[in-house]
């Protein structure tokens, strides 16, 4: 019971605990597994396999929370490196995640990157402007806190009619990483609400 109860600790926190769909909790958000002995299995210490397989099912099922939140039509992966530490990529990360405006912004296929600056400024974590780099998947739309001398809005408003939206933000200024995902605020989520 040990074994897999630091297991699901750790696991939580890269996987479960990195998902936004409104940023609500809900009352009966829970995560339970039962470490029985009924299987008769014997885990003594981290077996790779078993660490790597339950890693797995639970990031599968986190992703799955996000697609199928109220109304999504996209799924987001936010990727914030260079920061100061990784709690404050985090804090970066979901700034963005949990922005009404860049989750509108997305559900239009709107390459709005000024909302992305907007929510690390908004975020409280340390950010420098000026050492901002921003893509959208493989395009980079902004450099050091200015467009991008190549990037081209048609680029981008293509790049947002993808089903999977990749947001990678480096802030520039440390070491400090992290990834979290989330969806697309449209319509049917108020229908829905």
Known sequence: QSVLQQM???FTDQTFNCITVDSD???SDTLLAVATGASGIAIAG???EFSDALKSVMLELAHLV???GEGATKFVEINVSGAANDADAKTHAMAIANSPLIKTAIAGEDPNWGRVVMAIGKSGAAADRDRL???FGDILVAKEGWVADDYRE??????MQNDHIVLN???GIGDGNSTVWTC???HGYIEIN
């Open 8 to 10: 699901i600790s750790s």
């Open 25 to 27: 909790t809900s009352t």
């Open 46 to 48: 981290a077996d790779k």
């Open 66 to 68: 996000v697609r199928d």
């Open 133 to 135: 780099s921003i893509s």
């Open 154 to 159: 048609g680029d981008g408003a293509n790049y």
């Open 169 to 171: 933000v480096d802030v």
């Open 184 to 186: 697309d605020l449209t």
